[in-house]
Structure formats: structure tokens, C-alpha cells
């Protein structure tokens, strides 16, 4: 790896996909959404490393579209309220953004160890992210 | 009216606003679009006339949005498949457009005369649009 | 020129700039838009024509995004409340695309013989477009 | 069909895809822009028909975007000077425009009927299109 | 509260809005910026917080774009120059986005407490922001 | 300058410019982008400093346009391949990042200390960044 020359210096991937979804949101806070509504989603996973591997890359780009896009696969087209997985839980922007991640950490086990991100534009006015690191990292 | 110097010119003014639905589409076509899923449609309306009026527009830019946004409040959070007035529709992108064009044309008789384009973007990939005369106009 | 394979097809190249002016809008219909505020414009110029030249375009990109560029220099940072030529005028979305448009006509005399359309975007949800023949053109 | 109720009224569905290439052109007229560089083209292609079928649909947006994907898998990462097919052409955007329309148009041969238009963006600033009638259609 | 799993994760959202200003800047710096021109700014406000709260929130998407749009209002349509309020301050995009954050952490005080970040878009190719905790937190 | 009310705080300054590039990459990782192809980089530069100078600037925008402007001019319409300077070296985006970024820390010398980030968009689905501090600073 070629190591960063300071420790605050970072080289980031940002890969996009969308999906369409239907789904509603329980509590009062939500007023009209707490009906069955949907969503596209445009979602964008950005990975974040100290340093490029000797291909100078943080991550392949290809790989790591065909990665999002299978996990996104299980979701599209569905009505997240019926989904045994999501069962219960109120299923928000914010809170897709880490539940995406964290599937989205499994898949990329061995594969990607850093900082990864997982935003979801709901609207062109309106959007979510959740950053966490990602494999077996200190940092 | 300034009248257009020629019969092939035209002036327009185009106002967006957005939405968040839930649907299904009937038909094998459709594949995974048949389960009932949902939509952020952003919508884009062009008013399209020959000439300005003594103001030098087209419609009123203000005037035009809140119209708009009047339109789709009636289908905001809203599942297409269980309003009444599109119970047996397979609302697709297409058909909407058509749907807000015409609901469009009733709310502007005796404000607007022209040409009315309604698109309606449901991805970053994907898009569809209606465009018909609107008001008592021969063209 | 590689005439059109039939009479209802066309060739277009759309070349972009912005610019920041400064204005007010005179009439009751502009509500608080007849205070003195502003706007960045997003200018596009849209040419249409019925076939490609011996070079296999339109007109040169390079030539046009110069000739537009040096269109909006005489506007760039100015109050158009203030400039000689739009006094007395109300100087809309709409208007400025015609205003636009016939300066840019004067500029293509003997470049380009076709349609010429001129788009202002003034935000993210609202713009406006003029279209019409520029150049010795019988269509 | 739908009979569209006027006949200045149409129906249209785009989708979108994009592509890297390397290319030169010849000629002064390209100044640097001769010597061999490339572009990311966001390929847009709009299907317009004057009516919707049973499936209230001008075109299955999937099918679409599929056979849009198809088409440019050709040329992807290609460098466009050393395709047989290509020698000896000026590939200019609006070239390019033409050339995938016409390409295009064979793949949709029993599949589509009216006007293509096939748009394509090089930069943020610059962009191309073509639109003819594709299909067994007279107008 | 839902903690985050690890000191350096982190849950935003976001949400936008924009406004149309005049206004001058004072200082050989800003060459013919000097000049009274205008702007539309794109307004980005994001909240970012250690975790969720009990419906999957970081914020109420609708009520934050409710409270940006109020933040705003009152400079819609207006000439910055003359607002009693910034008279003397060169408001720069730099200085308007800790201005708007300031004004902002104002009106958030007992709804939110964490980092936000206050962007303007000024246009396609200039942007500024600010970022800083609001509310009574540590860090 | 006006000191951050806390260290937490930051102020950044974003401008925008494109290029267009023709190069390979090297190593089965890349696939089809071994073979000669292209790409438009929408370039985006950030500078991020703990506080605003006298005249209420992280730097001048339209300095800070001119210098990337610069930058890049080296670069356009070139077969990266073929410069001496990249010889041996694999152009993958994010190594372009990393390449960009030295190239302006050197030219902003003396004119800006703090942290610079350069962002690569090559792709409606895919972009890369590298951030690092510039000038003689200690963080």
C-alpha cells in the first residue's frame, strides 16, 4: 500500500445505483408519510482508505458497482413493510442509510477494510447518510 | 401580446416540483414492477405560447408553482392503487404524465392558452413526458 | 452538408455558460420580486439545424460556448435596471431569453443558418426558453 | 392505442446510459481537440410516439434501458479510431449522435414505431442530439 | 437514543432550498464583483448527529425543511446592501454561510443539537460552506 | 482572519472546471479499461481553512477558477499515456486525485494554507477524492 504522507489524508470511492421502493412510517412525527407511500432512492456508497493498493486504486470502481447493485437487488421493487428482515422497525432515510451499510459491511468483508458511507437522496431536496468504519480497522 | 416575429418561434417557462407515491403496474410486461413498490417522480410543467404578454411572460413563475404544487398535493404520500378516480389505470409514467396534464388543463382554463408539457422523472435513468394543447386554442 | 435523410429530422449541439446579474421586475404580478435582488442564470444555447457540415457537426463547440461566452460579458455583474438598452423594460426570465437570443443572432450572421434556442435556468425549480430561425433562412 | 386526442399531442419515454471512448478528429477546424484524447458520453435516447398502447406504455422502460445498454456495449472502452466500421469518419458528437440512432434503429425494428431522438452529453457544458423517424411510420 | 457502535460514525441528513439576492462586495479582490449583481444560491443545510433518536430520525426531514425555508424567507427578493442587519459586512457566499448558520443554530435551539454544516451553491462550478456544533453540546 | 469560534469548525471554498482525456490502465483488475479509452473528469477543488481573512474569504473564487483552470490545461485533450511525466504510472482516478492535488499544492504556494481536497467525477455513477493539507501548516 502506498501509506498516506500525513494522517490526515484520506482517498475516497464514491460509486451510485437507485431503487424504487414503497413503505410507510409509524409516529405522528412523520403526518402524511405515515401512509403507504415510496421512494426512489438514489444510493451512493463512498469508501474511504489511508492509501492506494499497488493498482492505485482504494477499491475497483467496476467491482464496487456490482457490489451495490446486488445489494441492492433484494430490495427493489419491494414494499419494505413486508419485508420479514425490516418487520417493526420504522424504516427512515436515516435509517436505511445504516442498514445498508451494514449490509453492505458484510458483503465487503476481506474485501475493503476503511471508512465507508452510505447516502440515500430521497428527493432532489432531501437526503440521509450514515458513515462507520468498515472490516477489521482500528480507525 | 408581443406577437413572435414568425410562426415558428416559441417562448416557454418550466416549473418542477417532486412527489413521493406508491404503486403497482398490472401486466407481465412490468416483471417486478407488478409488486407494489413506489416512486419519487420529480415534475417538470412547460407552458408553451407564441408570444409575452404586456409583462413580458409567459405565465406568472410564482403563480405556476403554487398551481403546481396544488396538483400534486391531491397525491402526495398517497398508494395510486387504492384512489378511486384511478382504480383499473395501470398508473405508469406515461400514463401520469397524461393523468397531471390533463388535471393541469382544468386547473389553468381562463389562465393559460398554449401548448402544456408535463414530464415526469421517476430515476436518474428514466423519464417520461405528455405534451397537448391546452385552453381554447385552435393550435 | 450531408442533407437530412427525411424532412423531419434535425441535428442539434447545445453549448452552456451562467452569469450573475442584479435586476427588479416592474408590476403588481411580480409581487416581491419587484424589489431590487438577483439571480445567477444558467445560459443554453440550443442549435438546430437540418443536417451536419463537411466536418460532421453543427457548429464548432468550442467556437460556440466562445461566442456565447462573449455574448454574456456585457452582462456579467451588471444591474440591469441600469443598462442603457433595457431601460424601460422588464427584464422577466422570458424576456432576457429573447433579448439573449437576438443579441446572439446578431453575433451567428454568416456562422450559423438554422433555429437557435435560448434557455435561462434561474433556480432549481423554475426557467425559461426562446426558440426561433437565426440567419438567411427560409425555415 | 390511445389515440392521442390532437394531433399536436405525443408521448415520450427516455432512458439514459453512458460510455467511455477515445477518439480524435480531423481538421483544423478541432484545433486540440485533433490530437487523440476521449470522453464519458451520457447517452440519452427518447422514444416519442403519438399515443400510449394497452399498457398505458410508449416502450417498456426496462426493455428500453436494455436495449439501450446493448447498443453502447459495442463501443465501450473503445478507442473509436481503430473500429473498422468508424474509419475514416469524423466521430464528432453530433456524428455519434447519428451513428447510435441509426444503430439504434435496427435493434428496435418490430419493437418501435415514431420519433427517436438520441442526445448525448460530452461535458457539463456541451451536448449533441439527432431525432428522426425510426420504424414503418409516415410520419 | 439509538448510540452510534463506534466514536467515529456519524448520521446526517440533509435537506435544500434556495433564494434569489442582490448585492455588491467591497475590495480590489473581488474585481467586477464590486459592481451591484446578483445571485440565486442554493442553500444545503445538513445536520449531523452521534446516533438516531426513537423513529429512526435525525432530524424531522419536513420540519427542517420547513425551518430552512422561514430561515430564508427573510432575505428572499432582497438587496443584502441595504439590510439594516449586515450593513458593512462584505457578504461573501464564504460569509453568508456562517451568517445563515448562525441564524439557524438560533432557530434550532432545543430541536437539535449537533454539527451543522450551512452550503451555498452560487453556481454550476462555485459553492462555499460552513460548518460547526449547534446546541448545548460538547463536541 | 476571523478565528473559528471552536476548533471544530471549518469554512470551505468549492470551483468546478472538466477535462477531456485519453488513456489505459494497467493489471487484469481493470478489465475493458485496459484497452485504450477516455474519459471527461468533472474536477472539483476544495479548500477548507479554520477561518475567513479580511475580506470574509476562504480565497477568491474567481482566483482560485483561473488557478485550476491553469492546472488542467496541461492535461486536456491528451493521451495520458504518452506523457513523460505519467510514464509508468497507472491513471486510475484516484491516482489522478493524488496527482492533481500535488500539482495545485505546488501552484497554491503562497497563496493558500490549509486542506485541499481534489474530486474526480468520471461518471454519473462513479467518482473519486483525495484530501490533504497544503502550505506550511501544522494541521
Redesign the interface.
Known amino acids: 500500500m502506498i501509506e498516506?504522507?500525513?494522517p490526515?489524508?484520506?482517498?475516497?470511492?464514491?460509486?451510485?445505483?437507485?431503487l424504487?421502493?414503497?413503505?410507510s412510517l409509524q409516529?405522528e412525527?412523520?403526518?402524511?408519510?405515515q401512509?403507504?407511500?415510496?421512494?426512489?432512492?438514489?444510493v451512493a456508497a463512498t469508501f474511504q482508505s489511508p492509501g492506494?493498493d499497488g493498482?492505485?486504486?482504494?477499491i475497483?470502481?467496476?467491482k464496487a458497482?456490482d457490489l451495490l447493485h446486488d445489494l441492492l437487488d433484494r430490495f427493489?421493487?419491494?414494499?419494505l413493510d413486508e419485508l420479514p428482515e425490516l418487520k417493526g422497525?420504522?424504516?427512515?432515510?436515516?435509517?436505511l442509510?445504516?442498514y445498508f451499510h451494514d449490509r453492505f459491511a458484510e458483503k465487503l468483508e476481506g474485501l475493503f477494510t476503511g471508512?465507508l458511507t452510505v447516502a440515500l437522496e430521497?428527493?432532489?431536496?432531501?437526503?440521509?447518510?450514515?458513515?462507520?468504519?468498515v472490516g477489521n480497522t482500528p480507525?
Chains 1, 2, 3, 4, 5, 6 share one sequence.
Do not use: Q, W
Not at 490526515?8 to 437507485?18: I, N, R, Y
Open positions: 498516506s504522507t500525513t490526515e489524508s484520506a482517498d475516497t470511492v464514491t460509486v451510485e445505483d437507485h424504487m421502493i414503497a413503505h409516529g412525527t412523520f403526518g402524511p408519510a401512509k403507504l407511500h415510496g421512494a426512489t432512492y438514489v492506494l493498482n492505485n486504486i482504494v475497483d470502481i467496476g458497482r427493489r421493487y419491494e414494499n422497525e420504522n424504516t427512515t432515510t436515516e435509517f442509510c445504516r471508512r430521497e428527493s432532489p431536496v432531501a437526503s440521509a447518510a450514515y458513515t462507520a468504519p480507525a
